[in-house]
């Protein structure tokens, strides 16, 4: 099965300026096998998050998606929702809800009203989510008392709790510590590793992006350059065409003063 399928697709933030054909992401062609963990890598302005977001439909965009081989402009918000879970980058702005009561907001797709009670397949729906992201025993702080490290996690938890079989992260790893940016890719390796789980991730770390992904979509100018394999992109100087510089060898320097 197709995860995600996507045809002579442009995006741009104002359906104005799309119209005036002046999308940031333009003519994108991809298919995605649901199982597959897919990282977006590109410099900054390439359309990585442009790209992400309007294959989730939070954009105005043109061309044909196809969400688990249904067409999107057919989907609800719900729907969309129930296909999809996307994780933005992480916001100073929230609210200051109990770490439980965020994780259970995972849920709320799967509620039959509005001010649904939750039942006994949410609550150990998101009792899971908080045991595998390790922040059970955060469960009744408040969002406000975390750490960056910690609400990170706990948004993941969420994102988890949405029981989405797609899960679209927008640089999940941005302004986290070492420590926990390992933590996080334990977690996500987990998640993958359930039958038809696809990852699709926006990466400026492109050792976490080798690390978890086996399949690689290289953005530049808002357009794709290539997609491939990991061996593709390495044996083909594709890292290089799309950055601009020999990244290879800069990894690789990096690798010698760890050795």
Known sequence: MKAIECRGLSAAYDKRLLDKGEAVIRDIEIEINAGSSVAILGPNGSGKSTLLKSLCGMIPHKGSVKLLEKEAENLNRRQIAKSIAYMTQLSEIFFSYSVYETVMMGRYIHSRSAFGT????????????????GVEELKDRQLSSLSGGELQRVFLARTFAQGSPVLMLDEPNNHLDLKVQSELAGYLKEWCAQPDHTLIGVYHDIPLALELADEFILMKDGRMLAKGSREDI??????EETYGFEVRKYLGRIEKLLN
């Open 234 to 239: 390495l044996d083909k100087g594709l890292l």
């Open 118 to 133: 939750a039942t006994a397949e949410d609550r150990e729906t998101v009792d899971k989510a908080l045991r595998s992201t």
